[in-house]
């Protein structure tokens, strides 16, 4: 369903996944994944850099744009990527409209109380906000690694604070990413949004993981949370090594795929 009224907060978990693409997204919406995320985890997965800060706006719209061809009638949510919201908040505003006309319905940003102000600026704008706290991937290079955060009780408390406001400044449900499943659970229960986790416990509103991890698609980065449904990535191996020995050995094209 197309609708923002899938984040509500009720006894049935949100199930997302990312979709960068007519594929990923077409695959999730037709098995019933209820709304999607376009990444910036995608210039990991699909470019395979070491993290997410070389993905530009151009990158996110082309593949909102994919994303939508695949699932035209499904909630999308776009990530901001790196400076594209930091800068100056009329950068932000302009850089969010330009997702939503390319076809997301909602834009994430990464960050906790410091984003507030700029959440407020967005809904002003009708922008629907999801917010991102926890482990920010845009915030690598401060992390140093990517680790759970939140284990201290000062980072609990700021968690804590920042989904408080993220709320009140408008945000309509918050991605908790890697954090202790008891104070995922904390925040949960002290906020009326939805909480969509990942890698944080069973306690959330909602569950989200990268596509090509639920498949398998994907072999640089295997976090511990992350659970494979699926091993993609061997079946294309050996898809792949089957058709180049067929070439080799003159079995294709066979009459049947002579075209
Ligand atoms: O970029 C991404 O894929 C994300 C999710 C994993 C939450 O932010």
Same mark, same amino acid.
């Given at each position: 369903m197309r609708s923002i009224n899938i984040f509500k907060k009720?006894?049935?978990? *949100?199930?997302?996944?990312? #979709?960068?693409?007519? %594929?990923?997204?077409r695959t999730a919406s037709s098995a019933g994944i209820e709304a999607l995320l376009v990444g910036d985890s995608l210039g990991m997965v699909l470019g395979g850099a070491e993290n997410t800060l070389n993905v530009s706006m151009e990158e996110m719209i082309l593949h909102t744009k994919y994303a939508r061809s695949g699932a035209p009638d499904h909630f999308i949510v776009s990530d901001m990527p790196f400076l594209s919201y930091k800068i100056s908040p009329?950068?932000?505003v302009r850089n969010a409209g330009r997702l939503i006309r390319e076809g997301a319905d909602a834009v994430k940003i990464e960050g906790g109380t410091e984003v507030c102000r700029l959440i407020k600026k +967005?809904?002003?704008? =009708?922008?629907?906000?999801?917010?991102? @706290? $926890?482990?920010?991937p845009q915030g690598i290079l401060k992390f140093g690694r990517y680790k759970?955060?939140?284990?201290?009780? %000062?980072?609990?408390?700021? +968690?804590?604070?920042?989904?408080v406001e993220m709320e009140k400044a408008g945000a309509f449900a918050i991605? +908790?990413?890697? @954090?202790?499943?008891? &104070? #995922? =659970?904390? %925040? &949960?229960?002290r906020i009326g949004i939805p909480t969509i986790g990942i890698?944080?416990?069973? $306690?959330?509103? $909602?569950? *989200?993981?990268?596509?090509? =991890?639920v498949l398998g698609f994907y072999d640089k980065l295997k976090p511990k949370f992350a659970k494979n449904?699926?091993? +993609?990535?061997?079946? /294309? %191996? =050996?898809?792949?090594?089957?058709? /180049?020995?067929? *070439?080799?050995?003159?079995?294709?094209p066979d009459e049947e795929h002579s075209g």
């Open positions: 009720s006894n049935r978990p *949100i199930v997302m996944t990312t #979709a960068y693409d007519y %594929v990923s997204a009329a950068e932000a +967005l809904v002003f704008a =009708d922008i629907p906000v999801m917010g991102h @706290i $926890g482990l920010t759970k955060i939140g284990k201290k009780e %000062v980072d609990k408390k700021y +968690l804590l604070r920042s989904a991605v +908790l990413e890697n @954090i202790p499943a008891s &104070t #995922a =659970d904390e %925040v &949960t229960k890698g944080s416990g069973p $306690g959330t509103d $909602g569950q *989200i993981l990268v596509w090509h =991890d449904y699926k091993n +993609l990535w061997e079946e /294309a %191996v =050996d898809g792949l090594k089957r058709f /180049a020995s067929e *070439i080799k050995n003159g079995s294709f």
